[in-house]
């Protein structure tokens, strides 16, 4: 309360991408600081074993995690889990480090409770986060989003070996891999939801021990889509995080336009599939019944960045205290038993 009545009118008169930089800023300066980071654990962390599950052997304590987009250089991960998250994706990180599209390119819709985004992947780079983040050690999973290198002259093949090149200097640091096939804001950036690109990477890549995910755009068509779940079947994939950003004339789309979308998105995938893989919702999180809904209908974990926007840091906190109001509601003992059971 105390954010949205104070806090978040004085932000909101400011640029959004300077507040995001201050935010890195700040969070990564908190990260360092042992006892500052144990005072917002006080205030923002909520545990309940009934919010545990395992995914592809990955322990997460409780669903809802930080989505890619927020910390894309890997500089938060100390403080994160301070906030009460049960896991963070970086990224999405480029094999070449890249400025991204020229500023202003981040603007608020307060009225729809969302973000016309294009930024346009600016990066350090991977061998930059490589440095970063090898001898890390993290409080909780961790993912690494990657995506193609803005470039307009990497196309096709070359498009195979810039996402390969990023896949090979990161696929040992954090718990999993998601493979950005969907990104919006770049000329060429869902090329690679053509299932002939995405099926070269994937034979590039390989047999492997690495969780892969896809992440798909909530604009795809069934038909292209049911093309990549087929791919999928055949390589290392071991789910789809649905979904990413909606295309708009100004950038993308993020926040609560994307909802219903990704809402319908995941359900189809969870059925098409049989529940044969795992599904991270993201679009539209706000509260514990937002969530509830993207897991009922087939997602294992959730990501958000939009709502910790308009709802505040506690975000994370307030929604697993929900969610477990609605289990006891809806009579489940652990939240691993919602996961498909309206799909």
């Not at 350090?124 to 001898?135: N, P, Q, T, W």
Request: with cysteine; aromatic share 10%; net charge positive.
């Amino acid at each position: 309360m105390c954010y949205k009545k104070f806090i978040r009118p004085i932000l909101f008169r400011m640029d959004p991408e300077r507040v995001h930089n201050a935010a890195l800023f700040f969070g990564s300066l908190l990260g360092r600081i042992w006892i500052k980071r144990k005072v917002l654990e006080l205030i923002y962390l909520y545990k309940d074993e009934r919010l545990n599950l395992e995914v592809k052997g990955i322990k997460f304590d409780n669903p809802v995690g930080l989505a890619a987009g927020f910390d894309k250089n890997g500089v938060l991960t100390e403080i994160i889990p301070s906030f009460g998250f049960g896991f963070e994706e970086i990224g999405s990180i480029t094999a070449e480090q890249c400025e991204g599209n020229k500023k202003p390119r981040v603007f608020r819709i307060p009225e729809e409770k969302g973000l016309i985004v294009n930024y346009g992947l600016p990066s350090d780079g991977a061998e930059s986060v490589l440095r970063r983040l090898r001898k890390k050690k993290f409080k909780i999973p961790i993912g690494i989003n990657i995506a193609k290198t803005n470039d307009s002259r990497i196309k096709g093949e070359s498009s195979v070996e810039d996402y390969f090149k990023s896949y090979k200097l990161l696929k040992d640091i954090g718990d999993y891999i998601t493979i950005n096939i969907s990104c919006p804001n770049v000329g060429d950036g869902r090329s690679f939801e053509d299932p002939k690109l995405l099926e070269k990477l994937l034979k590039k890549i390989g047999k492997t021990d690495k969780i892969i995910f896809l992440k798909i755009s909530p604009d795809v068509s069934k038909e292209r889509l049911n093309r990549i779940i087929k791919i999928s079947k055949k390589y290392s994939v071991s789910g789809f995080v649905i979904s990413n950003l909606i295309k708009n004339a100004k950038g993308a789309l993020s926040g609560l336009p994307v909802k219903e979308k990704a809402d319908e998105l995941i359900k189809y995938v969870y059925r098409k599939t049989k529940g044969r893989f795992v599904i991270i919702g993201v679009g539209g999180i706000f509260s514990a019944e937002d969530a509830y809904t993207k897991i009922r209908n087939g997602a294992s974990l959730v990501q958000l960045v939009t709502g910790m926007i308009y709802e505040g840091p506690g975000i994370a906190k307030n929604i697993n205290k929900g969610l477990i109001i609605l289990l006891k509601k809806d009579g489940f003992r652990e939240i691993k038993e919602v996961i498909g059971v309206d799909a």
